[in-house]
T-cell receptor
Framework: QQQVKQSPQSLIVQKGGISIINCAYE??????FPWYQQFPGKGPALLIA?????SEKKEGRFTISFNKSAKQFSLHIMDSQPGDSATYFC???????????FGKGTRLSVIA | NAGVMQNPRHLVRRRGQEARLRCSPM?????VYWYRQLPEEGLKFMVY????????ESGMPKERFSAEFPKEGPSILRIQQVVRGDSAAYFC?????????????FGQGTRLTVV
């Protein structure tokens, strides 16, 4: 049973374009939804996170949109750059210091 | 403030040997999590520990795998009698002891290859 489903598996975007990655979750008890960025050979690094009491959070070129009723959330990368090429993981967690549940990841390639 | 430190970064073991993976959490962090990542896969939770206690080991295989986080020193993930299927990247994350939603910081991982 996959608690967090992520799509697409891979994504190719032109430089300057918008990258959109989607995730859906099953458990309504989740109340923290982070996105992680991972470069080859490195550990995941937190990019941006949201709680279900807000519908959108923006940090620079990165925006999370959250739809609580649909149990979906998405990452938008505006003005995508080649340096954004990496694997992106959505995740979810219950409150407190509970472990993260990850999606399977999206490999983003931004081409010039 | 150093980040989460994992060592070794790369580990090669022959089938049947033991693998020991070490994780030193960030300073002041008392919660440690171990995850396994297979190629082209997401991170799968294995075990969650606090100092001297295993809080949740629901993701860790019952046989051959064990974890500890002693009062002094790093957290250790031990894999006994390794098999080819254990080849993966193993990541450790740590978070501070405060309540509420707190960010988990990841180390660079240990890439285990079983030959």
């Amino acid at each position: 049973q996959q608690q967090v489903k992520q799509s697409p598996q891979s994504l190719i975007v032109q430089k300057g374009g918008i990258s959109i990655i989607n995730c859906a979750y099953e458990n309504t008890a989740f109340d923290y939804f982070p996105w992680y960025q991972q470069f080859p050979g490195k550990g995941p690094a937190l990019l941006i996170a949201i709680r279900p009491d807000v519908s959108e959070k923006k940090e620079g070129r990165f925006t999370i949109s959250f739809n609580k009723s649909a149990k979906q959330f998405s990452l938008h990368i505006m003005d995508s750059q080649p340096g954004d090429s990496a694997t992106y993981f959505c995740a979810a967690r219950y409150s407190g210091n509970t472990p993260l549940v990850f999606g399977k990841g999206t490999r983003l390639s931004v081409i010039a | 403030n150093a980040g989460v430190m994992q060592n070794p970064r790369h580990l090669v073991r022959r089938r049947g040997q033991e693998a020991r993976l070490r994780c030193s959490p960030m300073k002041g962090h008392s919660h440690v999590y171990w995850y396994r990542q297979l190629p082209e896969e997401g991170l799968k939770f294995m075990v969650y520990l606090q100092k001297e206690n295993i809080i949740d080991e629901s993701g860790m295989p019952k046989e051959r795998f064990s974890a500890e986080f002693p009062k002094e020193g790093p957290s250790i993930l031990r894999i006994q009698q390794v098999v080819r299927g254990d080849s993966a990247a193993y990541f450790c994350a740590s978070s501070p002891p405060t309540g509420g939603n707190t960010e988990a910081f990841f180390g660079q991982g240990t890439r285990l290859t079983v030959v």
